[in-house]
C-alpha cells in the first residue's frame, strides 16, 4: 500500500476510534438512525444539485470516492520536468526551433506542455507566450477547482440538516407527548443522531476531500507557471545553464537541479549538436 494512503487511512481511523469506544460501550444499534441519515445526506446531496452544475457535482463525488488514494505529487515531477526544459533548450540551440518540432512530435501526452511547445515553434515572443500560458494556467486551475466550491458548500449545508433532522426529531416528540410513548425513542433518535451524522460528514468526508483536491490543483498550477517560465526562455533560446538557474528559483535551495548531476544530459548534448 502506498505510503500516502497508508496514512490517510490511519488519520481517518484514529479521528474515528473516539467515536467507536462509545459504539462498543453503548448498543450497536443506537447510533443507527436511516432518517437520520438520509435527511444529512439526501438534503447535502440535493442543495449541491440546485446550487451548482451536474458536471461539477459529479467531480465533487468522484474526490469523495478518491479520498484515500494516493495524490501524485506534482512536486515530485518538478525535477523531471526541469530536465526536460534543458534538453530542449541544446536541441534549439543546435537545430533551432524545427528540431524541437521534430523532438517533440508525438511525444507529448500533457496538454499543457504540448500548448506550449507549438506556441514556441509558431515563433510567438516570450512575452505573448508567458501571457498566454498564464492565462491557460490560471483558468485551468479555476476549473479544476470547481468540486471544492461544491463541497465545501456541502461541508456548510450537512449540519443545518442535521438541524433539520433533530427539529423534525423534537417536534415527533412533542406530538407523542402523553400519548404513544413508544414512539419517543425513535423521535429523539432521529434528533440526536442527525446533528451526528452533519458533523461528521462534513468534517471526515467534504472538508478533507475538499482541501486535498485544492492541495493537488494549487500543485499543478505551480507546475505549470514553471512550466510557462521554461517554454518562454526556449523562445528566447537561453542557454541551458541559464535555464537550469532560472528554473531552480521554483525549487527549494537544498533541491534544486544541476546539469553536473545528470550523465543523460551530457549524451543528450553530445546527441543535438552531433545532428
Excluded at 466550491?149 to 440538516?161: E, K
Aim: aromatic share 8%; hydrophobic share 50%; net charge neutral.
Amino acid at each position: 500500500m502506498p505510503k500516502s494512503r497508508l496514512l490517510a487511512l490511519i488519520a481517518l481511523s484514529f479521528a474515528l476510534f473516539m467515536i467507536a469506544i462509545a459504539v462498543v460501550f453503548g448498543a450497536s444499534n443506537s447510533f443507527l438512525s436511516l432518517e437520520g441519515l438520509v435527511i444529512v445526506v439526501g438534503g447535502s446531496i440535493a442543495n449541491a444539485y440546485l446550487s451548482y452544475q451536474r458536471e461539477d457535482v459529479l467531480k465533487a463525488f468522484d474526490t469523495i470516492k478518491d479520498l484515500l488514494n494516493k495524490t501524485p505529487s506534482t512536486r515530485e515531477r518538478l525535477h523531471k520536468d526541469i530536465m526536460q526544459m534543458i534538453m530542449w533548450a541544446y536541441v534549439v540551440h543546435a537545430r533551432d526551433f524545427l528540431g524541437l518540432e521534430k523532438e517533440t512530435n508525438d511525444k507529448l501526452h500533457d496538454a499543457f506542455t504540448r500548448y506550449g511547445v507549438d506556441l514556441v515553434i509558431t515563433g510567438y515572443d516570450s512575452d505573448k507566450i508567458r501571457d498566454m500560458l498564464h492565462t491557460v494556467a490560471d483558468a485551468e486551475f479555476e476549473r479544476c477547482c470547481a468540486p471544492v466550491t461544491v463541497l465545501r458548500n456541502m461541508a456548510a449545508t450537512a449540519p443545518a440538516f442535521g438541524m433539520v433532522g433533530t427539529l423534525i426529531g423534537m417536534v415527533l416528540i412533542m406530538k407523542n407527548i402523553g400519548m404513544d410513548m413508544s414512539s419517543i425513542g425513535g423521535g429523539l433518535a432521529i434528533a440526536m443522531l442527525s446533528t451526528l451524522y452533519g458533523i461528521l460528514m462534513a468534517r471526515l468526508v467534504c472538508l478533507p476531500a475538499a482541501d486535498k483536491l485544492l492541495q493537488k490543483e494549487e500543485g499543478e498550477r505551480f507546475r505549470n507557471y514553471m512550466l510557462t517560465e521554461g517554454l518562454a526562455m526556449l523562445a528566447e533560446k537561453q542557454s541551458p545553464f541559464y535555464m537550469q538557474d532560472k528554473l531552480n528559483s521554483f525549487l527549494e535551495p537544498a533541491k534544486h537541479f544541476s546539469l553536473n548531476d545528470y550523465e543523460q544530459m551530457a549524451l543528450h548534448r553530445r546527441f543535438a549538436l552531433a545532428a
